[in-house]
């Protein structure tokens, strides 16, 4: 069973900027396409950026030329740099296969606000 482990959020004025981490343990990491998902309060969880194991990238128009997924399949961890955060931001953030094949980690908070 895969466990993920995201980290990295907090509270962040309009405008800043985060980067999120996600370790994930097994060995099949680098072979799947990870993707960062967020889902806010009353919202569907989205995704909101994928990364192949090519490293091939892929973003939806919500957050393309803010956001940048990126890899490094030695340590089996996925970022995610925010960056020009709005508070439509918010959300939780949670990595994952993509499409998802793995339980839910915790994720970590992301609140964008003055």
């Known amino acids: 069973q895969v466990q993920l482990v995201e980290s990295g959020g907090g509270l962040v004025q309009p405008g800043g900027s985060l980067r999120l981490s996600c370790t994930a343990s097994?060995?099949?990491?680098?072979?799947?396409?990870m993707g960062w998902y967020r889902q806010a309060p009353g919202k569907q969880r989205e995704v909101v950026a994928s990364?192949?194991?090519?490293?091939?990238?892929h973003y939806p128009a919500s957050v393309k030329g803010r956001f940048t997924i990126s890899r490094d399949n030695a340590k089996n961890t996925v970022y995610l740099q925010m960056n020009s955060l709005k508070p439509e931001d918010t959300a939780v953030y949670y990595c994952?296969?993509?499409?998802?094949?793995?339980?839910w980690g915790q994720g970590t908070q992301v609140t964008v606000s003055s």
């Open positions: 994952n296969t993509n499409p998802p094949f793995n339980a």
């Open positions: 990364i192949t194991s090519g490293g091939f990238t």
């Open positions: 097994g060995s099949s990491f680098s072979i799947n396409t």
